[in-house]
């Protein structure tokens, strides 16, 4: 089962900075948290990933709170083709495993 | 070109019949996965492999067998499908130098296989 729960479903408008959720409050020491989206069908994509600091790419931002149960992904002009479903995944470094759960569904509208 | 490619990206077949799926990769990637996905879920690993003699099963291995030919190349094969086998399929590599980065994956477009 995935270690993560993400809301099932969100909006955003179009420009606008998009945030994603992920709670993982069971995370261990040396799991990293990385998020994925998939745009219809296509293949998954990666889009980041961290351990206990903040990081950022030039695709997004991601926020790990103190404690790491909970973590952020942050789209900051989000468009059109940002419509996608986001999944949060914790695994160890190096681990075969990606366990992806359902994830949430964002929509940017115009 | 694309990176990671999938043959065919579409396949219809009927139950009983032996498929062969098949992923080439020109990142030069070690480690090599394939992942099945039903509608409205997420990927559940099938079968992967860190290195030409090294294969593993993942979660839901039965009904499946794969085949790395080479680095490049990752077979999947269904030798007798059924209709619940109907599914997206997507293979992936990675080869991250080490720890975190090993978790990147790249991912093909996905072959759609319709079992009747």
């Known amino acids: 089962d995935a270690k993560t729960t993400q809301p099932t479903s969100m909006d955003c408008a179009e420009g606008r900075a998009a945030n994603l959720p992920c709670n993982h409050s069971?995370?261990?020491?040396?799991?990293?948290v990385y998020w994925y989206r998939q745009i219809h069908s296509q293949g998954p994509q990666y889009i980041i990933h961290?351990?206990?600091n903040n990081e950022t790419n030039e695709m997004a931002s991601l926020i790990i709170t103190e404690d790491r149960k909970s973590s952020t992904l942050i789209l900051p002009h989000a468009t059109l083709r940002d419509t996608a479903v986001y999944y949060c995944?914790?695994?160890?470094?190096?681990?075969?495993?990606?366990?992806f759960g359902k994830g949430t569904k964002l929509t940017v509208n115009p | 070109d694309a990176d990671v490619t999938q043959t065919p990206r579409n396949r219809i077949t009927k139950t009983g019949k032996r498929i062969m799926l098949e992923c080439s990769q020109t990142?030069?990637?070690?480690?090599m996965y394939w992942y099945r996905q039903d509608p409205g879920l997420g990927l559940r690993l099938i079968y992967y492999?860190?290195?030409?003699?090294?294969?593993n099963k993942g979660e839901i291995s039965d009904g499946y067998s794969v085949s790395r030919q080479a680095q490049a190349k990752f077979s999947l094969s269904l030798e007798s499908a059924i209709p619940n086998q109907t599914a997206l399929y997507f293979c992936?590599?990675?080869?991250?130098?080490?720890?975190?980065?090993?978790?990147?994956?790249?991912f093909g477009p996905g072959t759609r296989l319709t079992v009747l």
């Open positions: 992936a590599t990675s080869g991250g130098l080490a720890g975190a980065s090993r978790n990147e994956q790249f």
């Open positions: 069971t995370i261990s020491g040396n799991e990293y």
């Open positions: 961290g351990l206990k």
């Open positions: 995944i914790v695994s160890q470094g190096g681990s075969e495993k990606l366990v």
């Open positions: 990142k030069g990637h070690d480690r």
């Open positions: 492999s860190f290195d030409v003699k090294d294969i």
